[in-house]
């Protein structure tokens, strides 16, 4: 039935052959177990003439040349090509197409089969690296990898945050990052254009390889390379594209504001109202006539670009491939100088001189020029009112200088509000701009002629020039006066090395595979930084121009040096039973417990390839894999230790004992010696994965379970002493990837279906033996606490709104508390009458509990569409523009609260009244009112292209062109009052918006 339903779409969409002269072929077409084969195309190379199998793996095909080749090609099948000469039929058999079992896989000093793979390792290739018009590759992965969670930024040049499997520790657990061989710590300065493959290894089987860096997991990228005796080819890439905020956060206009004041019942709040329209007038109905969108005022559309050139090649000696890439990216900030540019150069040299010996050197050069927007400007848009205007030329120079921006002194408010459009274009002067140089130079010798033994070294530096530049000019917005110019200069030099040793031995004897791997590995990092600052200046851009007697500088540095041996050894039984482990030992300078040691094992069984799975599964399972895995890993991006036991001068009243027990003036211990080690991180992961139905379905499930003990914290001390860092807590991240996707081929036209789930629990065990540790503010906390998520959000939990006086007299909490209907109802959890600390709750943490990714692509001759939807569920944001009023009142309020507040019984019961807002009752406390849920859902890509005809191409001698248009985040469903929810640490203060890009696309080869 499948096959009838097969051939029927593919009878709808059958190539019918065009004029030429020739005569007909026919045939028929079978897999390696002699059924027919309906839907296999059928092709006249380098044209689009063809015809596609029927019900019964029968074809006809006129008008067919005999200087010509076909191909016959099926999803799930090798394809395979014919002379035709003066053959009239054809008997075709296609073999399975088995290459994604047989795709190699970079696994950290080495390469492995996939069938191999006894740990969960992505593989993501260069086409989904280029899918989308984004500055960092980290962006082009999101909602693409079961397992990582990606937050966005929209600010120019910021690249994204990257979890993977959750929070490794609370001091940040990033994945490493390995590039060309050189471990790094972020990407976004990696041109996407220039990457062949990123492998991520997500447990930590995968991941010990690395050693005391992994803990976050690691990726790898691998860049583009020529091939031997291929032509020299030349191809471009690019597109030219606008950015749009397409979902702007509506704020409450000026008659909703008026509104707001005049509930607060308080004359002072209410006169900024009456000054504004005094000044600016009124409407009939008698709120104020002016009325200004800060945000409409703030953001404009911005253009965004990118262009890469590149040219590779090779013969039977060497190879070479040369990229040069440009990309700009503006600012979406009016007024703002928000900019981003980037210039990359790529060179990959590799020379075979002997059968045994080759060398080669890869090396990128980036410069990156960014100016910086300042994220003031949005906080300020937020809380300022609308009731005065953004320019207001009748200002004289006392009050608007140099530029005439209007200001809310001048109807009464304070200088905690200033004008967005100020703030961004006065403060909006800060430029980094940096030069970047990674070179990689390897030589690879394989001694015996019968390649069993090779030997690697390679040698990896990393050497960054960052300057900054952060001007603030001389200016007065109404009483925010900046009374005279400031300018600071930074420079920072950072200069890495890693040098890579490693022999590898590699037999198969019978049905037995073994390869053993050996290696050392040494780092050094080196980092110095030195500012000044100077007042006055003359020229913004010298430090010497400045008042002299205002100049002050700083300066810094670190050195630490890593050392480590590995090993990795795997076995494979007949394709069928694997193991693999691996063993590190690393020492390094930044810790006194200078060694460590970290383990792994893996296992695999093929249970596809087993006689019995085979005589039962009658060819629907193509492929059955199962794999479990142990391994522990370190993770020294924590501080480095500098703890020693301090003492403090006491003083009158304080006294220590010393030599006695007679009380004297002097000193007392004011801290305890720190003794600090790596963090740990003990994983295991059980899973399995499978292809089936002709290899047209790939499925792939684990679950994992990740231990980070040791964990670098300041549990608070006895008897009043200083806390100190300590490794002395626990986190247990848990949770099941599962990863799908589906693709076939009716005809000539393709398609393809998939998507990943991820389900993720993160837990605080313990602390040390303390019951919390707090952090963020006192008054906003947010919690780590045995048996929670970190840094979830801690305080009341809202039950309602008072809705009636009756309400208020039945309750004595609202009574002693002197509330009003309108005013939060809030759980009494522990049930004493009484709201207070104790009845404080968890409210929510920032980590979502499920992300998500699932995508479509379709094809028809030179036609594809493809689609990306990617969301979030659960995880919490703290909208802290909202709870900025229990400080500020004269804030004001996004549209959604101002439609609706409660205004009577029944109208809500979640908004508390306009007069309930200025209550300390209901805004001075963290509530459940204030925290958002996160989740969210996304179309992130969609992409049409059209390729040219192999016809016209040849007549053009050109080998690929295609245009295409490309939409990049158009629209977001989502429930926080914000821009986003995509907030990093779950805090929505002054978060720069995350923009639509609409671009067109070419990609041309030669």
Same mark, same amino acid.
């Given at each position: ?23 007909? =072929? ?17 092709? =006249? ?59 190699? =896989? ?15 390792? @992505? ?7 280029? /899918? ?49 061989? $050189? ?106 006539? $002016? ?79 960014? $100016? ?57 002067? +800060? ?65 890495? $090395? ?20 050996? *290696? ?81 094992? *893996? ?25 479990? /895995? ?40 004011? *801290? ?61 991240? /848990? ?28 837990? =605080? ?23 929670? @998520? ?101 804030? +004001? ?40 849920? @996160? ?72």
């Amino acid at each position: 039935m499948l096959k009838h339903l097969l051939c029927f779409f593919l009878m709808l969409g059958s190539m019918t052959a065009f004029g030429q002269s020739g005569f007909t =072929v026919s045939g028929t077409v079978k897999d390696t177990d002699g059924s027919e084969l309906p839907g296999v195309s059928v092709i =006249v190379k380098g044209t689009t003439h063809g015809t596609s199998t029927d019900f019964n793996g029968e074809f006809s095909l006129s008008n067919v040349k005999e200087n010509e080749t076909l191909v016959f090609s099926f999803i799930g099948m090798k394809p395979q090509e014919f002379l035709v000469g003066n053959q009239t039929s054809f008997e075709v058999s296609l073999d399975a197409d088995v290459s994604s079992l047989e795709e190699v =896989v970079v696994i950290g000093y080495g390469t492995s089969k996939s069938k191999d793979l006894t740990a969960p390792i @992505a593989s993501v290739d260069n086409k989904e690296l280029k /899918s989308m018009a984004v500055a960092s590759p980290v962006n082009a992965i999101q909602g693409k990898v079961a397992g990582v969670n990606i937050v966005s930024n929209g600010a120019p040049g910021e690249g994204p945050s990257m979890q993977i499997r959750g929070i490794g520790s609370v001091n940040g657990n990033n994945p490493l990052y390995v590039v060309d061989g $050189m471990q790094v710590t972020d990407i976004n300065w990696v041109n996407p254009n220039d990457i062949e493959s990123m492998s991520i290894l997500k447990d930590a089987s995968a991941s010990a390889i690395y050693g005391m860096r992994a803990s976050g997991g690691v990726v790898i990228i691998t860049t583009k390379s020529g091939h031997k005796n291929e032509k020299m080819r030349f191809s471009y890439d690019g597109f030219y594209g606008t950015q749009q905020v397409t979902q702007r956060l509506e704020m409450a206009n000026s008659a909703q504001y008026a509104d707001f004041m005049r509930a607060s019942n308080n004359p002072d709040l209410i006169s900024h109202v009456d000054a504004s329209m005094e000044r600016y007038g009124s409407t009939p109905d008698g709120n104020p006539l $002016m009325s200004t969108d800060w945000y409409n005022e703030l953001i404009k559309a911005a253009p965004i670009q990118s262009h890469n050139i590149s040219l590779n090649g090779g013969n039977e000696k060497s190879t070479y491939a040369i990229g040069l890439g440009y990309f700009n990216q503006g600012g979406i900030v009016n007024e703002g100088q928000g900019d981003y540019e980037r210039i990359s150069l790529k060179t990959n040299f590799k020379q075979t001189v002997s059968e045994s010996f080759t060398f080669g050197l890869n090396m990128t050069l980036t410069t990156e020029d960014k $100016m910086l927007d300042d994220n003031r400007a949005f906080f300020q848009a937020y809380v300022n009112s609308p009731l005065y205007p953004a320019f207001d030329e009748t200002l004289g120079d006392d009050q608007a200088y140099p530029r005439k921006f209007a200001n809310p002194h001048n109807i009464g408010y304070d200088t905690y509000y200033t004008n967005p459009l100020g703030v961004a274009y006065y403060h909006g002067n +800060n430029r980094q701009q940096s030069v970047r140089v990674l070179p990689n130079l390897y030589a690879e010798l394989k001694p015996f002629k019968s390649d069993k033994i090779s030997f690697r070294s390679s040698i990896s530096m990393d050497y960054r020039n960052e300057r900054g530049s952060y001007y603030t000019p001389e200016y007065q917005i109404g009483n925010t006066i900046q009374p005279i110019n400031t300018l600071t200069k930074v420079q920072h030099w950072t200069y890495n $090395m890693n040098w890579d040793n490693y022999a590898t031995y590699e037999d198969t004897f019978g049905k037995h595979n073994v390869k053993v791997m050996v *290696g050392t590995s040494t780092i050094e990092e080196n980092w110095r930084s030195n500012s000044l600052t100077a007042q006055g200046v003359q020229d913004p851009n010298y430090i010497h121009t400045g008042d002299e007697s205002t100049i002050t500088g700083s300066d810094g540095g670190e050195r630490f040096r890593m050392f480590g041996y590995f090993t990795r050894a795997s076995y494979n039984y007949d394709g069928r039973y694997l193991i693999t482990g691996m063993i590190r030992r690393d020492g390094s300078s930044k810790y006194q417990e200078k060694w460590g040691t970290f383990p792994s094992v *893996g296992l695999g069984w093929v249970a596809s390839e087993e006689n019995f799975f085979k005589d039962w599964n009658q060819s629907t399972i193509d492929h059955l894999k199962f794999r479990a /895995s142990f391994g522990e890993l370190g993770n020294a991006q924590g501080s480095a230790n500098n703890g020693f036991a301090s003492i403090a001068n006491g003083g009158l009243g304080q006294s220590g004992i010393f030599g006695g027990a007679t009380l004297v003036p002097g000193m007392i211990q004011d *801290g305890i010696y720190s003794f600090l080690t790596w963090e740990r991180t003990r994983e295991i992961n059980i899973g399995f994965e499978t292809k089936a139905f002709d290899y047209r379905l790939n499925m792939e499930a684990d679950y994992f379970n990740r231990q980070t003990l040791d964990m670098v914290i300041m549990p608070p001390q006895p008897n009043g002493l200083k806390p100190t860092m300590q490794n002395a807590g626990n986190m247990t991240n /848990s949770g099941i990837e599962l990863a799908l996707n589906w693709s076939d081929q009716v005809g000539d036209f393709s398609y393809s279906v998939g998507g990943n789930l991820t389900k993720l629990g993160n837990e =605080v065990t313990y602390l040390g033996g303390a019951p919390y540790i707090q952090t963020g503010s006192a008054e906003f906390p947010q919690m780590l606490k045995p048996g929670e @998520a970190a840094f979830s959000f801690y305080g009341w939990e809202v039950d309602g709104v008072y809705q009636n006086q009756q309400e208020i007299d039945d309750c004595p909490i609202a009574q002693e508390n002197g509330l009003k209907p309108g005013d939060f109802r809030y759980k009494d959890l522990n049930g004493d009458g009484v709201i207070d600390e104790d009845d404080r709750t968890n409210l929510g943490a920032p980590n979502p509990d499920y992300y998500y990714g699932f995508n479509f692509n379709l094809g028809y001759k030179g036609i594809s569409l493809s689609a990306n939807f990617m969301g979030a569920q659960g995880g919490s944001v703290f909208n802290r523009k909202r709870a900025d009023i229990n400080k500020h009142a004269r804030n +004001n309020i996004d549209a959604n609260m101002a439609n609706n507040l409660w205004t009577g019984e029944g109208t809500s019961n979640t908004y508390p009244s306009a007069e309930g807002m200025f209550n300390t009752w209901n805004n001075g406390r963290l509530n459940s009112f204030f925290i958002e849920d @996160a989740s969210f859902f996304r179309l992130q890509n969609i992409r049409l292209t059209y390729a040219l005809p192999s016809s016209v191409m040849e007549s053009l001698k050109m080998t690929g062109a295609s245009v295409y248009v490309n939409v990049d985040r158009p629209y977001t469903w989502f429930n926080t009052n914000g821009f986003t929810p995509e907030v990093p640490g779950g805090i929505d203060e002054q978060t720069y918006p995350i923009p639509a890009v609409f671009s067109l696309g070419v990609n041309l080869s030669f």
